[in-house]
């Protein structure tokens, strides 16, 4: 079974508009981290959030801002007033403490068009 | 601070030709992992060390991929004999420890393709 799933294959937002990438995530173990990456077409992932499953206040850094829901095993990100270079591959994963891999969502490809 | 190097970026050759990737992790950074990433697909762990030893091998397809990590730093990641089916971007990523949570660096990726 898929443990990190991202239904949004594609998405296309024109500059400036706000975009939302959805996580849902399958997990048994009471403690686990949530985070999403960006891959740009250079293809290096890079860090960007990282969320434990006992934290789930919401935050804002930057343009970039996240929705936990433990109830819903959702952990959504927003891209807020979009840009060119926000153009990139989103992966969202899950580490669980009962082992140390990640486990990627198939991602979401965002183009933001100018 | 440096990245993850990774090297060669692009290697072609033909099905049942041998093939290695280098990688050289974050100084410092103890654990180290490989990831097979397909087209289209997300990252999928092949081998992930903790030092110089194995914590997790289980997805590596033994018959024909190996790892090493010699004195806990850089790895090489070899196939032989090379399929089709193993075209695809090679990532290696390394983290501070084999701590729940500690975030992942990524190196750019070998992007191999099997003819």
Known sequence: ?114 | EAGVAQSPRYKIIEKRQSVAFWCNPISGHATLYWYQQILGQGPKLLIQFQNNGVVDDSQLPKDRFSAERLKGVDSTLKIQPAKLEDSAVYLCASSLGGRVGNEQFFGPGTRLTVL
């Open chain 1, 1 to 114: 079974a898929q443990k990190v799933t991202q239904a949004q294959t594609e998405i296309s937002v024109v500059e400036k508009e706000d975009v939302t990438l959805d996580c849902v995530y399958e997990t048994r173990d009471t403690t686990y981290y949530l985070f999403w990456y960006k891959q740009p077409p250079s293809g290096e992932l890079v860090f960007l959030i990282r969320r434990n499953s006992f934290d789930e206040q919401n935050e804002i850094s930057g343009r970039y801002s996240w929705n936990f829901q433990k109830s819903t095993s959702s952990f959504n990100f927003t891209i807020t007033a979009s840009q060119v270079v926000d153009s990139a591959v989103y992966f969202c994963a899950l580490s669980e403490a009962t082992g140390n891999q990640f486990y990627f969502g198939t991602g979401t490809s965002l183009t933001v068009i100018p």
